[in-house]
Nanobody, 127 residues
Framework: HVQLRESGGGLVQAGTSLRLSCLES????????MAWFRQAPGKDLEFLGCITWTGNSAYSAESVKGRFTVSKDNAKRTVYLQMNNLKFEDTAVYYCAEARRYYSERWCHDASLFGSWGQGTQVTVSS
């Protein structure tokens, strides 16, 4: 059973940067694709980006491309979400998710493909 734990959230000012971490533990050898999502109050879950443990490519959603970047450290079994030039509308709970199968950028935006989720970390951006 895979467990995910996000960290790094907090209260920041607009225009600053923040890096979120997602530590994967448990039966990690069966994991393949990792993704970041967020959910703001009263809004739907929003896909942010994805990456695979076995490849070197990361993908960011068009809505955040140029500001948010997904990366990984295989040795630490940790996935990161680097967020730059944060805006008030980035305020949300941020989740990382894991899928056992490989999903390319064509599919990894689909939250239903991910079977394991972290508890989320709150990011609040003050304007």
């Amino acid at each position: 059973h895979v467990q995910l734990r996000e960290s790094g959230g907090g209260l920041v000012q607009a225009g600053t940067s923040l890096r979120l971490s997602c530590l994967e533990s448990g039966r990690a050898e069966s994991s393949n694709t990792m993704a970041w999502f967020r959910q703001a109050p009263g809004k739907d879950l929003e896909f942010l980006g994805c990456i695979t443990w076995t490849g070197n490519s990361a993908y960011s959603a068009e809505s955040v491309k140029g500001r948010f970047t997904v990366s990984k450290d295989n040795a630490k079994r940790t996935v990161y979400l680097q967020m730059n030039n944060l805006k008030f509308e980035d305020t949300a709970v941020y989740y990382c998710a894991e899928a056992r199968r490989y999903y390319s950028e064509r599919w990894c935006h689909d939250a239903s493909l991910f079977g394991s989720w972290g508890q989320g970390t709150q990011v609040t951006v003050s304007s």
